[in-house]
């Protein structure tokens, strides 16, 4: 699936505060592709920061 698609998909769910969601999006995208294009991360990085987590946000982004 291409990562356009992964990435409308976190970003649809934090829209609605759906970040348990959200995070299981993030976990099926690694369970099937070995890495995340840079959208992805910038989209799961921008949800992390909007539920306050700061450093998780930041150890993902050093981490890319």
Do not use: N
Not at 15 to 33: C, M, N, Q
Not at 35 to 57: M, P
Not at 59 to 64: K, V
């Amino acid at each position: 699936m291409p990562m356009c698609v992964w990435t409308a998909v976190i970003d649809g769910f934090v829209s609605i505060k759906r970040f348990d969601r959200e995070r299981a999006t993030w976990d099926a995208l690694h369970s099937v592709e070995h890495t995340s294009g840079a959208v992805v991360y910038a989209a799961y990085i921008t949800s992390l920061f909007s539920k306050g987590r700061i450093q998780h946000a930041m150890s993902l982004f050093h981490a890319f």
